[in-house]
Antibody, heavy 117, light 108 residues
Framework: QVQLVESGGAVVQPGRSLKISCVASGFTFSNYGMHWVRQAPGKGLEWVAFISYDGINKYYADSVKGRFTLSRDNSKNTMYLQMNSLRPDDTAVFYC??????????WGQGTKVTVSS | SYELTQPPSVSVSPGQTASITCSGDKLGDIYASWYQQRPGQSPVLVIYQDVVRPSGIPERFSGSTSGNTVTLTISGTQPVDEADYYCQAWDSGTALYVFGPGTKVTVL
């Protein structure tokens, strides 16, 4: 069964850092680039970042560029999102998503990040 | 930045047809996908490559395209189809991924 499981969400103060994770199972993780998508409370979906299958190429939304960093460990089937200088408008549910022909065919259940003092 | 436009809401009676449009100036040249998101749940892919339905998605969901507009059609809408629907575009040349603002479908 293809599955993505996010973890690491928490309540953090503005300006602090947080690292969230996504563990994949049921498919060959090392063959796929992976994405993070977030959803602020009551708002729509926002694409956040992409990392290539080998971890070499990374792309970020302008809203997080310079603050968020993607990495992955293919030996652990895990992708990470290091979030620095967090702001209240980063408050969201963060989903990891597997791409397939330009779409996101598998989503995790999400991990909630709240930035508040 | 690239933007997609969707109507905020669509209302439909049970058994009738709901159509949700998504417009963007590149949609004639790039692929679009559609996602269903029920309250408190993760999004589910219902259409990709403009018109392809993934396995397990009911046949009442279909996609079409015309010029710079893509459309998700739900035929014979059921109460279980009440959800938010998002279009998403992908430009392989620029690695551009963007979501539309979403459309709330209400089955009255």
């Amino acid at each position: 069964q293809v599955q993505l499981v996010e973890s690491g969400g928490a309540v953090v103060q503005p300006g602090r850092s947080l690292k969230i994770s996504c563990v994949a199972s049921g498919f060959t993780f090392s063959n796929y680039g992976m994405h993070w998508v977030r959803q602020a409370p009551g708002k729509g979906l926002e694409w956040v970042a992409f990392i290539s299958y080998d971890g070499i190429n990374k792309y970020y939304a302008d809203s997080v560029k310079g603050r968020f960093t993607l990495s992955r460990d293919n030996s652990k089937n895990t992708m990470y999102l290091q979030m620095n200088s967090l702001r209240p408008d980063d408050t969201a549910v963060f989903y990891c998503a597997k791409p397939e022909i330009g779409a996101f065919d598998i989503w995790g259940q999400g991990t909630k990040v709240t930035v508040s003092s | 930045s690239y933007e997609l436009t969707q109507p905020p809401s669509v209302s439909v009676s049970p058994g009738q047809t709901a159509s949700i449009t998504c417009s963007g100036d590149k949609l004639g040249d790039i692929y679009a996908s559609w996602y269903q998101q029920r309250p408190g749940q993760s999004p589910v892919l219902v259409i990709y490559q403009d018109v392809v339905r993934p396995s397990g998605i009911p046949e009442r969901f279909s996609g079409s395209t015309s010029g710079n507009t893509v459309t998700l059609t739900i035929s014979g809408t059921q109460p279980v189809d009440e959800a938010d629907y998002y279009c998403q575009a992908w430009d392989s040349g620029t690695a551009l991924y963007v979501f539309g603002p979403g459309t709330k479908v209400t089955v009255l």
